[in-house]
């Protein structure tokens, strides 16, 4: 079965950096596009990134541009999100998602808090 497992969230000041990890597994993962969500709360889950399958193009929201970066590696099965420039206005849970054969798939979440 399709597993999605999310670590690397945490407790950081303005201005810091996380990189946040999402191992996969019951998929072939290097055959599918992969993206991070993030939902803030009283707000709708957001797509915040994205990168294709293979040697994985990329997009981001506008508020991520410039200060995020997804990547993957395909031997680990793992999609990284790393952040940079963190803003207060990026708190929030952050969800791996991967979408197989027409299902959505969602990992636990990982909370990211950006304060002071």
């Known amino acids: 079965q399709v597993q999605l497992v999310e670590s690397g969230g945490g407790l950081v000041q303005p201005g810091g950096s996380l990189k946040l990890s999402c191992v996969a597994s019951?998929?072939?993962?290097?055959?599918?596009?992969m993206n991070w969500y993030r939902q803030a709360p009283g707000k709708e889950r957001e797509l915040v990134a994205r990168?294709?399958?293979?040697?994985?193009?990329?997009t981001y929201v506008d508020s991520a541009k410039g200060r995020f970066t997804i990547s993957r590696d395909n031997i680990k099965n793992t999609v990284y999100l790393q952040m940079n420039s963190l803003k207060p206005e990026d708190t929030a849970v952050y969800y791996c998602?991967?979408?197989?054969?027409?299902?959505?798939?969602w990992g636990q979440g990982t909370q990211v808090t950006v304060s002071s």
């Open positions: 990168i294709s399958s293979g040697a994985g193009r990329t």
């Open positions: 998602h991967v979408t197989f054969w027409s299902t959505d798939y």
């Open positions: 019951g998929f072939t993962f290097i055959s599918y596009a």
